[in-house]
């Protein structure tokens, strides 16, 4: 069952041609934008020679830093009276970026977001709670526009005050949410604490994004709230979320193909990597007339899927992403993402759902702090099976990572509960 089946279904051929289309007009509506104008010229590239999709490599990249060198308006390429609407990234990284959109941007992100809803079976009778921020964050109002497009009733609660999410939920029976996997982990733990058992919960699909979170955390949500989560990526750069989501099968996101040219490269080299290998994801928009944006390095690390996926869509999938570049932690010389580590906290039943990871200096040597929250029953319990527990997840972590790191033990609700992107490293090494 498809939203769009020409599109989604599309032969290869027939969606390469149509990138390179798009490409194209995405080139000349670039060429008069004052960024593009000069990176064409300063890197001697003359946009009528790139006929083919092959040729995308010829382009130089774009980087955030450019997004910030070009603020506020640099890479704008419509008339200012077109733009409806700016968005801006979270600046998680530093200072945040800001992303217009004509009209016409709009309807298609809509309908983009409505396309991969669709694809995981979600229709126009669902009430869809969107939980991500409204305002400048494109979680917020990039979903809820999609899912008023498939015709959901949409009930935009944003972030936090956790007692109305759970009211409005239970009132309403909402049955799809959008939410960051780390304010789930810590909003079902205050339903618990109302009463409720996942038994009770209306809730049948979340669609999880924002943030980096492994495979063993998406599987516990599942169980905690007894629902299907759906992996969904995006950035404001490219829209915002929508850009890949998981379909019914959940098995690697589908790239939204007919909006983006995705690459795979080696972050090191900058050299394109076949598909298969893991390495930094770079897009290209190709339906947004705004902002072109052209080979934009998002430092997110992936891999795109080679085999087609069992739905009959034709455009590729994504791995999960396994973190970004800037996430990797330099820990004693050894390199190790903080998702790694969740994947192993997640494995352990006893493990709550919070947890933060510190990283000191002492005397030139990095130590690493793990700090663990505990499911209250088994806080209270015997000493000696602490000790064992902490043992056994040291061991564990050790295996995985080579390093040694030290697991302290908390309370629920000891750590800062997270509400929207979580922040799970203290990095005091240099400070
Ligand atoms: P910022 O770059 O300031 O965080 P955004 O709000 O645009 O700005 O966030 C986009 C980033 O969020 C992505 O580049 C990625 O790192 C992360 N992200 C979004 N969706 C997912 C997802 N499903 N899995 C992992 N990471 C994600
Ligand atoms: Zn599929």
């Not at 032969?11 to 490409?23: E, G, H, I, P, V």
């Not at 490269?265 to 190709?286: A, K, M, R, S, Y």
């Not at 510190?358 to 209250?376: A, H, P, Q, W």
């Amino acid at each position: 069952m498809f939203f769009q089946k020409d599109i989604e279904t599309m032969s290869r051929d027939d969606l390469k041609d149509l990138q390179l289309t798009r490409l194209t007009r995405t080139l000349a509506d670039a060429d008069g934008t004052d960024f593009y104008a000069k990176y064409f010229k300063d890197n001697k590239i003359d946009i009528k020679k790139i006929t083919t999709l092959e040729h995308i490599k010829d382009l130089p990249f774009t980087t955030k830093q450019d997004l910030r060198t070009s603020y506020p308006d640099g890479m704008v390429a419509a008339d200012k009276s077109e733009i409806v609407r700016i968005h801006a990234s979270s600046g998680t990284t530093g200072k945040s970026t800001v992303i217009f959109y004509t009209q016409e941007d709009i309807d298609n992100w809509a309908i983009q977001v409505a396309r991969a809803l669709y694809s995981t079976g979600a229709r126009k009778e669902d009430v869809f709670q969107n939980m991500m921020g409204y305002g400048l964050f494109t979680g917020g109002l990039g979903l809820h526009y999609g899912a008023e497009k498939l015709g959901c009733t949409v009930i935009p609660t944003s972030t936090g005050n956790s007692l109305k999410q759970i009211q409005m939920m239970m009132d309403f029976n909402s049955t799809m949410i959008h939410i960051t996997p780390s304010y789930a982990l810590h909003l079902i733990e205050i339903i618990k604490n109302e009463g409720y058992s996942h038994e009770d919960l209306p809730v049948k699909r979340a669609y999880f994004g924002a943030e980096p979170y492994s495979l063993e955390t998406k599987e516990k949500l599942e169980s905690l709230w007894g629902l299907k989560a759906y992996d969904c990526y995006g950035l404001s750069e490219m829209n915002g979320p929508g850009v890949a989501t998981e379909c019914e099968y959940q098995h690697g996101m589908h790239f939204t193909e007919d909006y983006y040219i995705p690459e795979i490269i080696d972050p090191e080299t900058c050299e394109q990597l076949p598909d298969g290998e893991e390495g930094e994801l770079v897009i290209t928009h190709i339906n947004r007339r705004a902002m072109p944006i052209i080979r934009y390095r998002t430092r997110d690390l992936t891999r795109i899927i080679p085999e087609p996926c069992q739905c009959g869509r034709t455009h590729r999938r994504i791995d999960r992403i396994k973190g970004r570049t800037d996430d990797m932690l330099i820990v004693g010389g050894v390199n190790v993402f903080p998702s790694q580590i969740e994947s192993v906290l997640m494995q352990i039943p006893e493990v709550g759902n919070n947890y933060q990871i510190v990283l000191t200096r002492d005397g030139g040597l990095d130590k690493m702090l793990i700090k663990v929250e505990l499911y209250s029953k088994l806080f209270s319990g015997e000493l000696n099976e602490l000790n064992r527990l902490n043992r056994h997840i040291v061991e564990k972590l050790r295996s995985l990572i080579v390093l040694n790191p030290k697991v302290e033990f908390l309370e629920p609700g000891t750590l800062p509960p997270s509400e929207g992107k979580a922040k799970r490293v203290i990095d005091t090494r240099q400070i």
